[in-house]
């Protein structure tokens, strides 16, 4: 990217936990990360990783008691978001920090339809009267690309579509004054292809309408693919590489960033290929991960050091920053 | 057909209905044409791939083939012996050669029982060997979809989701089956332990040459594993020929409103892709008249509207159900 925008929310050394009955799970250990307007930032890893547990602490969905901050700061528009009580987040969530989530069924109310839904948050937020708010919800509709909006507005959950539903979902994450962060938690995951497509080039597509961020939590190498500007990548809690879009997956140079994407079925290089080069065993306890590299057990190219201490950034470019002792040994592609 | 394969499985205009009840009070009844005039050769050593999207009838088609469901018409028949014959010990010795493999490793073990358990359980069923010959064969089977025999007393919480992906796998194997329906085996895992368990489907697959009916919704994993591909839409078979054919030429609308609906495989060039496919996938309740595909085609002509196009050779081994395609218009 060229021009560096300003950032518009920045999460510090975050470090997040659980407290279960089997032990303390450190879901997040030492994240940090910045936002900046209008950009897409991806956050790719597999279950478990962490990807959810750090954008679900930006607005404070995580379940705490069991979960607890450890340490660090989430910096949006001038406040540190982990001191706001629980009503100032709400209000928050209303009108500048919206979500998607993964199946709008569980996150849509079944009993009103899904006009009132989103009317309720004008009339909430921005007080406005319920018919101010329906008109409001309607030219919401026409932008989300939703047919015959005045119709759909009266329509309960359950009579929509999966796609449909994710459209009114995000229609209700634009309700806001000045929408200035969305966060979409595997918003197509449970969708088909074809409906898929649809919603990412929606989300492409406001994106550039509307000077919107988007943080996109995805486990799928091609949904960053077509979406991101940058990319966090994480595994068992940790940062391990960050990047732009293109250096991801042309120059990627973490061995987890590789062995995902050496993973893929589609990377063009198994055209005729047989076989696909997998990595192997699998992730660790989460409650009994030392002080070293979390991939360590997995990693073709670690070391005796990779065990005993988690690698220190280093920078490779301006926009290209690996946490990896040996780095240098990983050849792209 | 390839040289001198034989057929392992012939599907004969299959159809398999779902009645349910409509939405709201009343009692009114309808049909869910899950499959529906569904024919096709399996033949021996290959890997069939069935892709379409939810509600296509993929799944349920590779149920009624492993007679899980009854069917409502047509015919299945196993090295030319009607499945769906009355007679049950007949239906036991074929059933020996034909598995499963389901999705969700989660719900698809018993959480009460152990892994020897689980695994062992087909030969308790069929009754085959001693107990200890019982136990050997666990072991055994265990160590051939690389897990550690040492943990056959674990139960299936225990393990990891592909692990356990590993334990429905050498269940699956117990009896020597010919012929293996994989339903979506590797879609709830990620995609680091996905690759392990492709690779472990192709390595059994070579050495014992099994054949598998693959289905799954990941065009791109059905793109790597099958020899050949059928695309389902709405109960029906759209189109079908070999990997190459269909991933290079394929030529019915729905078959390339998929393949361009996936997501792109780097970042680069990304502006410039273009979508075809508009709207939603209909009810397959009440499906369109004539082609089921008709309302999301861009190239859809009255004829579509009208009747339902047969499936036909485009080229040798290469079918499309398509007016449009086959220049009948």
């Not at chain 1, 015959?148 to 994450?173: D, F, K, T, W």
């Not at chain 1, 409650?287 to 950034?313: H, L, M, V």
């Not at chain 2, 296509?56 to 014959?85: E, N, P």
């Not at chain 2, 994989?182 to 995609?191: H, K, R």
Request: with cysteine.
């Amino acid at each position: 990217m060229a021009e560096k925008k300003e950032i518009l929310l920045s999460i510090q050394n975050l470090s997040f936990s659980f407290d279960t009955q089997r032990g303390v799970v450190n879901a997040v250990r030492d994240i940090s990360l910045d936002i900046r307007k209008g950009e897409t930032l991806t956050l790719v890893g597999e279950s478990g990783c962490g990807k959810s547990v750090t954008a679900h602490a930006i607005n404070q969905l995580n379940p705490m008691p069991p979960g607890k901050v450890d340490h660090g700061k989430i910096m949006f528009r001038g406040t540190d978001l982990l001191t706001l009580k629980r009503h100032e987040i709400e209000k928050l969530r209303g009108t500048q920090i919206s979500m998607i989530f993964q199946e709008p069924m569980t996150a849509l109310n079944p009993v009103f339809t899904v006009g009132t839904q989103i009317a309720d948050v004008f009339m909430t937020h921005q007080h406005m009267t319920k018919q101010e708010a329906m008109e409001r919800t309607i030219d919401l509709f026409k932008l989300v690309k939703i047919p015959a909006p005045e119709r759909r507005v009266n329509s309960y959950p359950h009579q929509l579509s999966g796609g449909m539903r994710q459209r009114a979902m995000i229609a209700m994450a634009l309700a806001s004054p000045e929408p200035g962060l969305m966060i979409a938690d595997e918003p197509t995951t449970a969708l088909d292809v074809t409906i898929q497509a649809q919603i990412l080039d929606l989300l492409n597509d406001l994106k550039h309408k509307i000077e919107m961020s988007i943080l996109l939590i995805t486990h799928d190498m091609g949904v960053v693919a077509e979406m991101a500007d940058r990319v966090v990548v994480m595994y068992a809690g940790r940062k391990v590489e960050e990047a732009d879009v293109f250096s991801i997956f042309e120059t990627p140079r973490h061995p987890y960033t590789l062995g995902l994407l050496n993973s893929l079925p589609s990377n063009t290089k198994y055209k005729n290929a047989r076989r696909l080069e997998a990595i192997t065993g699998t992730v660790p306890d989460m409650r009994t991960i030392g002080a070293g590299c979390p991939f360590e057990n997995r990693c073709a190219y670690a070391s005796q050091k990779c065990g005993q201490e988690f690698p220190a950034e280093t920078v490779l470019s301006e926009s290209h920053s690996v946490w990896c002792h040996n780095y240098h040994m990983v050849k792209e592609g | 057909m390839p040289v001198g394969a034989s057929t392992i499985i012939e599907v004969r205009d299959l159809k398999k209905y779902f009645t349910i009840k409509t939405e709201g009070v009343s009692e009114e009844k309808s049909l869910l044409k899950a499959v529906d005039g569904v024919s096709l050769d399996v033949y021996e050593g290959e890997i069939l791939g069935v892709v379409g999207e939810s509600g296509c009838g993929k799944s349920t088609l590779g149920k009624t083939i492993m007679r899980l469901h009854d069917k409502t018409d047509g015919q299945v028949l196993y090295r030319g012996k009607d499945l769906f014959a009355k007679d049950p010990s007949a239906m036991k010795d074929m059933t020996l050669k034909m598995q499963m493999i389901f999705q969700d490793p989660y719900s698809s073990l018993n959480p009460r029982k152990k892994v020897s358990k689980i695994i062992g359980q087909p030969l308790d069923i069929h009754k085959i060997g001693t107990p200890e010959e019982r136990l050997e064969r666990v072991a055994q089977l265990m160590e051939e979809v690389g897990l550690n025999p040492k943990f056959r007393t674990r139960y299936p919480h225990q393990f990891s989701g592909g692990q356990r992906q590993r334990i429905g796998i050498a269940r699956a194997l117990a009896l020597n089956p010919e012929f293996i329906v994989c339903d979506e085996a590797v879609s709830a895992l990620d995609v680091s332990v996905q690759a392990q368990i492709l690779n472990l489907l192709l390595d059994l697959q070579e050495k014992y040459g099994f054949t598998y009916l693959f289905i799954a919704h990941d065009l791109a994993v059905v793109e790597f594993i099958a020899t050949r591909i059928l695309v389902m839409y709405l109960g029906r078979i759209v189109e079908i020929a070999d990997k190459h054919e269909l991933v290079g030429n394929h030529v019915h609308p729905y078959t390339q409103a998929l393949f361009e609906a996936f997501p792109a495989t780097s970042p680069k060039g990304r502006e410039l892709k273009k979508r075809i496919v508009m709207g939603d996938v209909p009810s397959p309740i009440n499906p369109p008249q004539g082609c089921h595909f008709h309302p999301r085609c861009p190239y859809a002509v009255d004829k579509c509207r009208q009747a339902y196009p047969p499936l036909k050779e485009v080229s040798p081994g290469h079918s499309a159900a398509c007016w449009v395609v086959q220049k009948d218009i």
